[in-house]
């Protein structure tokens, strides 16, 4: 039985001789002893298994995932929301599932109409004109309207929020560095400098300001002094935003962005590690020969019959590679078939209805923990969403293993990104989040601020008020 080692050993010694090659070592030693592992998976199913003793065995494997069975408060970019069943149902339909990427239009008009429609609501969601099929995810979506505001000005100065996602802007800065030429600077929003100055020196420079709404910290974002300063400077307004988040907040259109980007994992998409996740950029029609990957156009055949058609293929494998835009790979056709169907089944009025249930919890949180002494706002005076950053009066580390040990994900250590948010944890509600998970996870809390205060610090309540929660 060789379901996940299809090969034997005599089919293998069968192509080593074909290729000329005597053993896997050989074949592989252009890569250094050092960085190969030469063990045996010994945690693998043994071979000989039947199937049903090996879907035991892995499902056993599967059990040792404590992950699953705890509950989450973790956000940071990855987001654990509600899947209406019907998502993954029609996913799963045969002519969507093996369907790999519309090289083929003509025999494809499925694929094409499901990547026209969530084109069509990306744009209704951020309030921009269009948008292309998906990107690999929200970091490289970032970087490719980076690159596509680089192009239109023929700037090389790239400005980016430090509240902009820290792997987004590695992400960025890694596509950066091969460049040569592109600067990639930082700025604290909330105390911009000159960053913002259009007198500045290298102001005229500055291809494009990127922000992210809600912020990594969950924080929302002021956005009139960058619309101000790209208009001044003819600079590209950027906004990375959170889908859910717009079925509440502004579109970024309505505000004056000029790109718009994000990660499509929260509609309908399974938390993964790792991914495979999908990345939105949407722009204004003005910029639409810039924009990067694929985009679907609808049309009419010759008969006059409705059809749809790969447009604006700015890609290397269809142009001349000087002419590109960009080579990467677009588009992530099964997680936005899957953001599509969830947008469809959950309509505009669902999606503002998850948004205020994800806000409405995480305040209450929040509200209920700066009830216990000594934990306060990692930002004072900055309105958050469903996300907010607090500072504890004891390191995080002993305290997140203490919410474990209580069933609780608690939360993403700040310190790790931001070196003056020491003591501070990154908490996500979203709709998945009940009122009894808050309350629970606030007496954990409770429990552990008892025992490990530092001196001096007032006991947190035995009772905690009702908290705020209008959910």
């Known amino acids: 039985m060789y379901n996940f080692l299809p090969h034997t050993e005599a089919e293998r010694q069968l192509m080593l001789a074909k290729i000329g090659v005597k053993s896997i070592d050989a074949l592989f030693s252009d890569i250094p002893a050092a960085l190969r592992q030469n063990m045996q998976y010994s945690v693998l ?14 499902q056993a494997l599967a059990r040792q995932n404590k992950g699953t069975e705890l509950t989450c408060f973790l956000g940071g970019g990855a987001y654990n929301r509600f899947i209406p069943m019907a998502v993954n149902t029609i996913a799963s339909r045969s002519e969507f599932y093996t369907a790999y990427t519309p090289y083929q239009p003509e025999i494809a008009q499925g694929t094409l109409q ?6 069509t609501m990306i744009c209704e969601l951020t309030g921009m004109d269009v948008a292309n099929a998906s990107v690999y995810d929200g970091a490289s979506a970032v970087t490719e309207a980076a690159f596509m505001a680089m192009r239109t000005t023929r700037r090389h100065r790239i400005l980016i929020a430090n509240s902009v996602h820290p792997d987004y802007r590695k992400v960025l800065q890694t596509y950066a560095n091969g460049l ?12 911009p400098g000159e960053a913002l100055n259009p007198n500045h020196p290298q102001a005229q420079k500055t291809a ?11 924080g929302l974002e002021e956005t009139q002094s960058i619309r101000q300063f790209c208009q001044a400077t003819g600079a590209l307004f950027i906004v990375s935003a959170e889908p859910v988040s717009l079925g509440l907040l502004k579109a970024p259109g309505s ?6 980007t994000g990660d499509i994992q929260p509609l309908g998409n399974h938390l993964s590690f790792g991914g495979p996740y999908g990345g939105y950029i949407a722009t204004q029609n003005k910029y639409v020969r810039q924009l990067p990957g694929r985009l679907v156009g609808k049309t009419v055949d010759r008969h006059g019959k409705q059809c749809y058609t790969l447009t604006l293929q700015t890609r290397e494998q269809h142009i001349r590679r000087e002419k590109a835009t960009s080579n990467i790979c677009t588009n992530q056709a099964l997680n936005v078939l899957k953001a599509t169907v969830y947008l469809t089944l959950v309509g505009p009025n669902g999606l503002k209805h998850l ?20 934990v306060n706002l990692y930002k004072p005076g900055q309105a958050f969403f469903s996300e907010v950053a607090l500072r504890f009066p004891v390191p995080v580390a002993p305290l997140l293993q203490h919410l474990e040990q209580e069933g609780i994900l608690g939360g993403i250590a700040l310190e790790r990104f931001y070196p003056d948010a020491k003591n501070c944890l990154l908490i996500a509600c979203t709709e998945m989040t009940s009122p009894s998970e808050i309350e629970r996870y606030v007496e954990a809390v409770r429990k552990f601020l008892k025992l490990n ?6 006991q947190p309540p035995e009772i905690l008020q009702q908290m705020e929660a209008t959910c």
């Open 45 to 58: 199913p043994q071979q000989g298994l039947t199937e049903a003793e090996l879907q035991a065995e892995l």
């Open 114 to 119: 499901v990547t026209y429609e969530f084109q």
């Open 180 to 191: 040569g030429e592109v600067t990639v600077e930082t700025f604290d929003p909330l105390k």
């Open 208 to 218: 494009c300001v990127i922000v992210q709404v809600p912020n990594y910290w969950g």
């Open 255 to 260: 505000y004056g962005a000029d790109i718009v």
């Open 355 to 374: 948004a205020n249930l994800s806000l409405q919890r995480t305040h209450a949180l929040a509200s209920a923990l700066r009830k216990l002494p000594g």
């Open 453 to 458: 205060a530092p001196p001096g610090t007032p």
